[in-house]
């Protein structure tokens, strides 16, 4: 986590550079926490500068702004918290409605498309729906073969995931959830974040 945010304070700091490099990490264990913790203080007041700072963004999907990068690195941070609680054996965070449900959008609407350069080898056709009920957001997206999954109108789904904003976004995100799936549920691998 660290070394991603030290990433994006260089891409904070030169917004209109070419390929920005974070500081790298110690190499001591002792040292690796205090540095985490000052590159994370950083980078919060870096977020002080309001959503609108200019921002290098290397992923064209997003603005390249502060707002852009506040959203990435929140469910950045967010999906790792999970990662630690499940490792330490933990109960997992249950995220606020609104949170995960930008989450599971952000993830349909920006991260699935990154998940790989060349979709000439997918062969999913059909319309999935992705139902945040809690939140009542609805997401529906189109599979062709070939083609990167397309968000569209509503359509009569082939496959169904369904449950509270949190299971959806845990989900999709291949972390433990108690979500339904109906339908043909290998519509959804083509979903997974990366």
Not at 43 to 49: K, N, T, Y
Not at 109 to 135: F, N, Y
Not at 149 to 160: E, I, K, M, R, S
């Amino acid at each position: 986590m660290a070394a991603v945010q030290a990433w994006v304070l260089a891409c904070i700091a030169d917004p209109h550079g070419g390929e920005p490099r974070g500081e790298r990490p110690p190499k001591e264990w002792d040292e690796i926490v205090p540095w985490w913790d000052g590159t994370r203080a950083e980078l919060r007041r870096a977020f002080d500068s309001g959503p609108e700072t200019p921002a290098h963004m290397p992923f064209p999907c997003y603005e390249a702004n502060l707002r852009a990068w506040a959203r990435r690195q929140a469910h950045e941070a967010a999906i790792h918290r999970l990662d630690a609680e499940l490792a330490a054996g933990r109960d997992a965070t249950t995220f606020d409605t609104m949170f995960a449900a930008d989450g599971v959008d952000e993830a349909l609407s920006m991260i699935i498309h990154r998940r790989r350069a060349d979709w000439s080898a997918v062969e999913a056709r059909g319309t999935v729906l992705v139902h945040a009920e809690d939140a009542r957001r609805l997401w529906s997206l189109t599979l062709a073969p070939g083609q990167p999954p397309a968000l569209t109108g509503p359509a009569d789904p082939d496959v169904t995931l369904s449950g509270g904003a949190d299971a959806v976004y845990k989900r999709l995100w291949r972390r433990p959830a108690d979500v339904s799936i109906t339908g043909e549920a290998t519509l959804l691998d083509p979903l997974e974040t990366p």
